[in-house]
């Protein structure tokens, strides 16, 4: 698999690579990044064998910059329903039309997107929905299906919370443990699909130092920015990832 690839093919990969620890830094909707160079080179499903375990990289070296600031409340109330999303969408992989659902989680996240822009203007406004059960798991099983089907949850997972309200540091470092989980529970499940062998893994190591200078370059825009900037580019990226999704570009 690495000997057949082309000096344009690798150039695109280590971008994607480095988009991985960019998003892992805070801005999470540049994820689509990563998921579109890397299914360009392999396909949209031999890329997430891939990726996974890049993934796993890119939460470890996260939580060495940022897990000290996790709010592990809302680590508990999102796994559990976060979980069975990722079984449901294992056992829907061969029978899901990956178009459809791309559709529909794109239009739910743009949905999202556009209802928080709206309360960050107008703050009481749904003021107490985010904080009720119902929502920690819609968005919980959401993040869990398009985890598995598409490596795209970051984007479910940040406005989660941000509509929480948690500061920049704190959401970084939620998002960085409660993905080291997540991921790391997937990667038998996309073993036993075939998904991960040896040759991804190698693919996977030769690309690994691009993970943290990814980060290091996320880690020095979030520190510059205050938190309302944060919250601004973060949604910016999140929508961008929705219209991904939806296939608008």
């Known amino acids: 698999m690495l000997s057949s690839l082309t000096a344009n093919e690798i150039g695109m990969l280590a971008i994607g690579a480095a988009g991985i620890g960019f998003s892992k830094s ?9 998921v579109v160079l890397f299914a360009m080179v392999f396909g949209a499903l031999p890329s997430t064998g891939v ?22 409340s809302h680590v508990r109330k999102l796994l559990p329903p976060t979980l069975i999303g990722i079984v449901v969408g294992w056992a829907m992989m061969d029978r899901l039309d990956p178009d459809n659902f791309k559709l529909l989680v ?10 928080q822009a709206a309360r960050l203007l107008r703050p009481h406004w ?15 099983l959401l993040a869990g299906l398009t985890t598995m089907l598409a490596n795209a949850a970051g984007p479910v ?29 997937k990667l038998p499940l996309s073993y036993h699909l075939g998904l991960i062998t040896p040759d991804t ?38 929508a961008i990832a929705a219209m991904r999704l939806m296939g608008c570009f």
């Not at 794109?106 to 209802?115: K, M, N, Q, S």
């Not at 997972?157 to 790391?184: C, D, H, M, Q, R």
Request: proline share 5%; with cysteine; glycine share 12%.
């Open 26 to 34: 805070g801005f999470p909707g540049i994820s689509m990044l990563h």
């Open 51 to 72: 990726l996974l375990p890049m993934l796993v990289v890119g939460d470890l070296c996260a939580i060495g910059f940022f897990g000290r600031k996790a709010d592990w």
């Open 106 to 115: 794109g239009g739910i996240i743009l949905a999202l997107t556009i209802l």
């Open 126 to 140: 749904f003021e107490k929905f985010p904080h009720q059960l119902w929502f920690s798991i819609f968005l919980g």
């Open 157 to 185: 997972v940040a406005l989660y919370l941000l509509a929480v309200s948690l500061p920049k540091w704190e959401l970084i470092g939620t998002s960085a443990w409660l993905f080291l989980v997540l991921n790391i529970l």
């Open 201 to 238: 893994l190698l693919v996977g190591a030769v690309l690994a130092p691009m993970i943290p200078l990814g980060i290091l370059g996320g880690r020095w825009l979030v520190t510059r920015v205050s938190q309302k900037w944060f919250n601004t580019i973060l949604l910016g990226f999140t």
